[in-house]
Structure formats: structure tokens, C-alpha cells
């Protein structure tokens, strides 16, 4: 039987919107996946669900607007009650790689900020080897050969991400470098190494981030917890 993809990210996205209150921040990541979530929460919110969203990326919040959601800034807010955002791969034990669509940035501090961070996923995202997977990282241009000279001293070969011949931008102002590190075997090492990189702000390995994926998978969905 084919996998019905999108069928599989929006009964991800319906069980995940479950875990939203009235009067909490809620914020809405990004990618096609959260996409699904948005809407669900329009509808929630057309219903009189009352809450006010923080949203990751331009995208998000252009889409967040359009089902009349309530936005708040972010720095008039001290925590944010649960955040549902996609991954790009996930493994059981919740590590999560993230910035396929470039918004890695204000996902992390979503996510890092927000008490409870909900990820949704199709069950083409479930990875049983995270090293096989390219990582992002918003790198400052300014820093851009000196961050892939360093990242070629930890065994990574990063490509600048382009956007038709010209490098990739980000909503910061910043490029994208995808980092390929064959099999990885210390992600919390690798982690603190590339937080250790003058110019990179940020890479796309959440570790102990995610408190729940939740993947659809056929028909239904399967939620993968912090053991
Ligand atoms: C955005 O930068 C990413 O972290 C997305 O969350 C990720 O790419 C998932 O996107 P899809 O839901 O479109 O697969």
C-alpha cells in the first residue's frame, strides 16, 4: 500500500492540536507539516478557543493572520506553553534534525523558551541512524569560510545553501550551511562543537528539546515520548 504523505502530516498535526488551551501562548512552527497545525488552530480559534501565538518565521505568521490567530511578540512574553513545529528527521529517543525550510533560528528559541515543544511528523521523518542526515546551520556571512574551515576540522564538509545560483537567505540576514558528516555517532558532542563555532547562531540538532513526536503513520498515529 502507497503511504498517503500529507493525509499522514495532517492526522499528526489534528492530534497535536488537542494539547492546546484556553488563554495559553502557543507557538506555531514552520514547514508544510505545522502548515496543517495553523490550520487546525484557525478553526479552533473561529470556535472561540482564545490564545495568543508566537510564530517562527514570516511564513507562519502570514498564514497565522490569514485564519485570524493572535499574535504576541515574543519578548512580551517569559515562557510559551507549548510550541508544535515539524522536523526534517527524528529518532526514538527524540533527537530532532530541523532547518530544511531555513527557520531554524527563532524554532530553536521557540522551542527553548516553550514548556512543552510537540513535534509532527509523516512517518517518512522516522530515522533510525541520525548521522545519515545532512545538518543545517545559520552561519553569519562574515564567518561563512572561516565557520566551513572549521567545520572540515571536525569531519563535516558544509555547502553553502543556494537559492538558484545565489547563497540561500535567511529572515536574519544569514546563510545556511547543510553539513554533511557521514555517520554520527556523539550528537551531544557534535552539538556542543558546532555551539562552539564563532559565527554559527545556530544548528539544526535539537537535543532534549522535543517532549513528544507525534507521527502519522497510515491511518493513524503513533506519539513517541521522552522515556
Ligand atoms: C523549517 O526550518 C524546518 O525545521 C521544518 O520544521 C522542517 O523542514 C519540516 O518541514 P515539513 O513539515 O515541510 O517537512
Do not use: W
Amino acid at each position: 500500500m502507497s503511504k498517503d504523505i500529507e493525509k499522514e502530516k495532517q492526522l499528526a498535526a489534528k492530534e497535536a492540536v488537542k494539547f492546546i488551551n484556553d488563554y495559553r501562548v502557543v507557538g506555531l512552527g514552520t514547514g508544510s507539516t505545522a502548515d496543517y497545525a495553523i490550520r487546525e488552530i484557525g478553526d479552533m480559534v473561529k470556535n472561540g478557543l482564545n490564545i495568543q501565538a508566537v510564530p517562527t518565521s514570516n511564513k507562519t505568521k502570514l498564514l497565522a493572520q490569514s485564519f485570524n490567530i493572535p499574535l504576541v511578540d515574543i519578548n512580551t512574553v517569559d515562557s510559551i506553553d507549548i510550541t508544535i513545529d515539524g522536523a526534517d528527521a527524528f529518532t526514538e529517543d527524540l533527537i530532532l534534525i530541523k532547518g530544511g525550510g531555513g527557520a531554524l533560528l527563532k524554532e530553536k528559541v521557540v522551542a527553548s523558551i516553550a514548556k512543552e515543544v510537540i513535534i509532527i511528523v509523516d512517518s517518512s521523518k522516522k530515522a533510525s541512524l541520525a548521522g545519515k542526515f545532512k545538518v543545517p546551520v545559520e552561519v553569519i556571512p562574515f564567518a561563512s569560510r572561516y565557520v566551513l574551515n572549521q567545520i572540515h576540522l571536525i569531519n563535516g564538509i558544509g555547502n553553502i545553501r543556494l537559492s538558484g545560483d545565489q547563497p540561500f537567505i535567511t529572515e536574519h540576514c544569514n546563510f545556511i550551511v547543510d553539513v554533511d558528516f557521514g555517520r554520527i555517532d556523539d550528537l551531544d558532542f557534535l552539538s556542543y562543537k558546532l555551539n562552539s563555532i564563532e559565527g554559527i547562531v545556530a544548528h539544526g540538532l535539537f537535543i532534549k528539546l522535543a517532549s513528544k513526536v507525534i507521527m502519522g503513520e497510515n491511518d493513524s498515529t503513533v506519539a513517541f515520548k521522552v522515556k
